[in-house]
């Protein structure tokens, strides 16, 4: 389904393709025009260059004429940017700016290193993000635009019957082996002369750069936010909502050059240091400790999970009671049943066991159903550490998808199609109204939507 939602970085990320400079080697001049305009916007042949490198970067399969998939695309997004300016529709300066450090972030991720991604470029930080906020903005105000369209779509129990039974034999989707996991845990609980060893040590810190050492440096050496760390304990512009808010309400106090006292988050302790604040967003630098769990009670949670194992092992409770009477993780209410993070259910793909814990993956491919593991360590949300105990409730074979395990794949699939019913649709609505034209080179392509219609 081509969705603005199916490739978020359209124009932003198409111009940050991290590629090698030989890429480009051969082509040390392009002659750009415009090759189509909807609208009040032109399509430049530099776009569709721009997009079809950054995916196939990616390893996207481009199907056979991927330069018409690529202005397929972008028509469709410009024709979303118009109507959102007609309708009205508005994203803040603050949102915008939200986006564009989580963006940055990714390709600084991505390209290893910020000072990497200004040397790759030649421009820094700041001129990227001027260069980037308007597309930025484009395409939220696009995305929120097909959000309205599709808001009051959805699928019926009846209606995904159909959809199904419209699917032909060959063409339903293979569904990869799954997983159904269960864990119990214990996480002993951080001593309170450890926490005061930490806060003086921090405080040594904060003695130290108000005497005039760079706090920079003792980020480098000392922090444990390995992020960071290396940035001289620099975050980038980030706003409300994306830190801890005792971290955040600190941060938001201070002024230009000034330093917090200690702070104590999920994460840790810290002391921050203001850079710079523009609005809702601030650009600080923080040290971050972690108080540690001593060996000793890291070893009594070993233990005491041994001897769960042998409860549950003997049969005198089941896996679910076991979860429910000594875990202490919040999943103890659902029997121990683990939440996959990047789906929102409890089943874990085989083909996405790589997105946790690689230590996790290891010990439950050795188990059978109903088999629980040995104690086993693991590291917290909050970076602690802690033992766990871990059971496959139930593992599925690959398998072509079916109505009675994999319903809800189904249901997606069906409503992913009748919203694009409903986009169709609006797409030819606003063609009678929109002037669109297409460069003679462009115009024997097998377009999705009749973007032709009303070319002249």
Known sequence: MKKIVGSLLLVFACHLVFLPPSAYAQEKVIIDEVVAVIGNSAILKSDI??????????????????????LDDILYQKLLFNQAKIDSIEVSDDHVEQVLERRLRFFIAQIGSRERLEAYYGKSLEELKEEFRELVREQELSQRMESTITQNVSVTPAEVRRFFNTIHPDSIPMVESEMVLAKITNTPAVREEEKDLVKARLEEFRERILRGESFSTLAILYSEDPGSARRGGELGFVGRGELYPEFEANAFGLRPGELSEI???????????????????????????????????????????DSVRTLIASGEMTFAEAARKFS????????????????GTSRFRSDELGQIDPNLVFIVDRLEVGQVSEPHIMMTEDSQQAYRLVTVISRVDPHRANLEEDYDLIQQLALQQKELGVIRQWINRRLGSTYVRINEE????????????TTP
Request: net charge neutral.
């Open 328 to 343: 202490d993780h919040p999943g103890r209410i659902n029997e121990g049943v683990m939440v996959n993070p990047y789906t």
């Open 442 to 453: 462009y115009r024997d392509c097998a377009f999705e939507h009749n973007w032709l219609k």
């Open 49 to 70: 260059i721009n997009q079809q490198r950054q995916l196939e970067a990616q390893g996207a399969n481009l199907g056979p004429n991927p330069t018409c998939s690529m």
């Open 263 to 305: 702070v104590e988050t999920e994460a840790g302790y810290h002391i921050i240091q203001m850079i710079e604040r523009r609005g809702e967003q601030v650009n600080v630098r923080h040290i971050l400790l972690r108080p540690k769990v001593s060996p000793e009670d890291l070893q009594q949670a070993r233990v005491k999970l």
